[in-house]
């Protein structure tokens, strides 16, 4: 295989920023807990793919190389006192490159779990090592510099939903546009690839999976780490929104044995919101799916394991409570803390299941952004979502029409968005108004909508609608379990009768905690409770609630 020397990009303060140098207390508190040995010239440390441990160059060379379908890239060379890895140390997920001796050395080994706990109760290190790991990753994905390959098309809904899936996980990859870039063929024909197949992925230049499903992704990948199902953990956390990521910082934090589920990535709706500027802390606001970045390299740091790409089935209704996976295996905890949140509801209209991913998108994000070019695009919604939504389009699309059901926005939406909506010349508000039909070929081609207060009906050549309409709670896999309200939302705390409590066979002389549903010790909190308050803050809040209650249920 050729070599390619193409290290990253830096400038000389980023560099330092991203390769520091141990000071020599450090390196002895990691040498204390590490294998301190030689290291050969040429020796390969870890290999792509493989669990890595954590290495301090003491002396020598350690390059950092990554196979690609071109060629090997050495992507840095650390030297004396400096170290390797990013955030997959942490998660305990495969290395996304290998480590070799370009000179020969001294080193010291330090094993994931011990690294970890040096992180936990080291302040310095921790410091020191959180912020390499995280911005390495950020300049790996800046520079589209992972061990993995997508070669897709825009006029393929797959690619989109694969695109969303490596990056609202944090993951790494390489792009291929099928109709833009050259070599695309030359490398279709190498993996004996169809153009009718894509989107392809290429795992770490060998694995090839044809239009796979995100669960293939995830297990090409290794981002899930084993699981023992023998295993009773303190707290189950089902679904990683703001309000699970939360629970997860907080229950890890304070020592408990941490279990997530998560059927997408991390953030939840608010992942896919553009910009939040309304949560505490941050005056300029940040993206979803920033937010939940820097929380779930939170959850790592403190230790809670993560299963991507795996929904819910079903509960059961006793301790130590079982929850079965779509994909057959069992967990089980003594605590279930549900946040699976809600999910934007569907247009009842013809074809509209034709259209998603192509010109129908449930998110805006810079990767829907980017298919809209200088088109019009429809935002449909009047909720904070929705105004965040048409506010960050109006910056790249043509135009944006608003369309709401009610007469306005006021009751729905923060003050503050509704007057950039009024202001926005790039922006129409349509009041009162509803879609009424979707049509095209492959994609989305026109739309009709109907203005209420007038009975008229219009057609529109715009190729592009982001649904922002209601929430729909996820609750499916719990019909039967726990107490749901008219609407399908978790019942908790006071909102729960006794007939609910009855019904559900609850055992205690007390009434349920406040965020407890009718089932001791299985807390609800987020999109998915019924009475919530749909802000991020609020479901932050719930969440970080949640485990105080775990641990009150924990002590009976």
Known sequence: MSTANRALELSPERREQLFPKLTDLQIERL???????????????????DIAPFVVVLSGRLDIVQSSPTGEIIIVQHEQGQFSGEMNLLSGRRALAAGRMSEAGEIVEVSAERMQELVQTDVGISQTLMTAFILRRLELIAQNMGDVVLIGSPH???T???????????????????DKDDGVQEMLDKFNVKVSEIPVLICRSSKVLKNPSIQEVADCLGLNPKIDETQVRDVIVVGAGPAGLAAAVYAASEGLDVLMIETTAPGGQ?????????????????????????AYAQVQ?????????????KLSGKKP????????????????????????????????????????????????????????????????????????????????????????????????????????????????TELESVEGEHHLERVRWCDKNSGQSSTHEIRHIFLMTGA????????????????GFVRTGSDLNTEDLQNSGWPLSRHPFLLETSLPGVLAVGDVRSGNVKRVASAVGEGSISIHLAHKA???
Request: charged share 25%; net charge positive; proline share 2%.
């Open 554 to 556: 924990l002590a009976e």
């Open 270 to 294: 608010a992942g896919s919101s553009s910009k939040i500027e309304n949560y505490l802390g941050f005056p300029t606001g940040i993206s979803g799916q920033n937010l939940a970045g820097r």
């Open 301 to 313: 740091k403190f230790g809670a394991k993560m299963i991507i790409a795996r929904s819910a089935k």
């Open 31 to 49: 040498t204390a807990v590490g294998n301190k040995r030689s290291a050969a010239k040429d020796e390969m440390l870890f290999r792509q793919g």
């Open 160 to 178: 989109l939903r694969i695109k969303e899936f490596l990056t609202r996980n944090g993951h790494p990859y390489h792009y291929l546009d099928l």
């Open 156 to 158: 393929c809904s797959g």
């Open 472 to 487: 729909a709670p996820n609750t499916k896999w719990l019909d039967g379990c726990v107490a749901l309200d008219e609407k």
């Open 321 to 432: 409570y079982k929850v079965e996976l779509d994909d057959g295996h069992v967990v089980e905890g003594k605590t279930v803390v549900i946040a699976t949140g809600a999910q934007y509801r569907k247009l009842q209209l013809k074809n509209v299941n034709l259209f998603e991913g192509m010109g129908i998108y449930f998110g805006a994000t810079a990767i829907e952004a980017a298919m809209c070019g200088e088109e019009e695009v429809i935002v449909v919604g009047g909720g904070n979502s929705a105004g965040q939504a048409a506010v960050f389009l109006a910056d790249k699309a043509k135009h944006v029409h608003m369309l709401v059901r009610s007469n306005g926005l006021s009751d729905t939406m923060s003050r503050y968005l509704i007057r950039r909506i009024e202001d926005h010349p790039k922006i129409t508000l349509h009041t009162c």
